[in-house]
């Protein structure tokens, strides 16, 4: 009986084992089926990397990393922007702009619409070698805002006031406790046209356009796809398809084999967004939408 026990120890032990870690072998085994890459990735390594552009416009660090990546690795010969987005935050606006514009400088870059490309978003877009937008999209809107509340009549009500100690005239410009006075509009006035210079010098330079005609392509128009077009703000209409074939076209790759983006990834940054526009909501500041 020893004898025989001795035999068939080895497989006891497995079973036993088995029995006594299921669970995490389950898990490991999940682990494994999702992060694996799939046999056609390690024959085809990727070529061609796609970047997302999706939501407000407020925390870009991912992306910029994202950009930068793909412009100092030389396996990737060319990138495609897709763009789903109204706008945002003007300094985050011009970061992406202007990575997109370095990128460009060593590999092409084409940016796709599939859904709203307007203000911050096609500031983003601007120093692409091509902008490519499906016919169903919103373009433009090509102008700088600042807004705030004016809570003054709900804080009399319900009995609340402010107070503060400041210095310097100004200071205290976009708080929400009262209207804002002529002085301090006229001072936001000069943010904003300033900001819209800028912009606008910005649009106009990338795409090749005059300047002395801003009112046609930008005073926050908005555009349907063809008229963007007819007004210089894009370079063609088309599909998903047709702006990876591009891409395809442009990098001169003859195996083309693309990037997947994590799902867990796209996840945490609509949650992201979600709470970067929560805190937009309440504390005003200049945007681009």
Known sequence: ????????????????????????????LILVLIFAPQESENLNPVNLQEINLVGPIMEVSDILEKIETATNDDKIKGVLLVVDSPGGAVAPSIEVAYAIKRLKEKKPVVAYAKGTIASG?????????????????????????????????????????????????????????????????????????????????????ARGLDIKKRDMFANAHIFTAAQAKDVGLVDSLGVSYDAKQRVIELSGVTNPSWNKEDKFDKLMKKLSATTAVTLHTYFPSISLR
């Open 1 to 28: 009986m020893n004898f025989i026990k001795k035999i068939f120890s080895p497989i006891t032990a497995t079973l036993g084992y088995i029995q006594n870690h299921f669970k995490a072998m389950i898990f490991v």
């Open 121 to 205: 978003s096609y500031y983003a877009s601007i120093w692409a070698n091509e902008i490519i937008v499906n016919p169903g999209s919103m373009v433009g809107s090509i102008g700088v805002i600042m807004q705030g509340a004016d809570l003054s009549e709900l804080m009399d009500k319900i009995g609340i006031k402010t107070q503060s100690i400041q210095a310097g005239k100004y200071k205290k410009v976009g708080t929400v406790d009262r209207p804002w006075t002529t002085y301090e509009v006229n001072e936001l006035n000069k943010v904003i046209n300033g900001t819209y210079d800028m912009f606008t010098q910005d649009v106009a330079d």
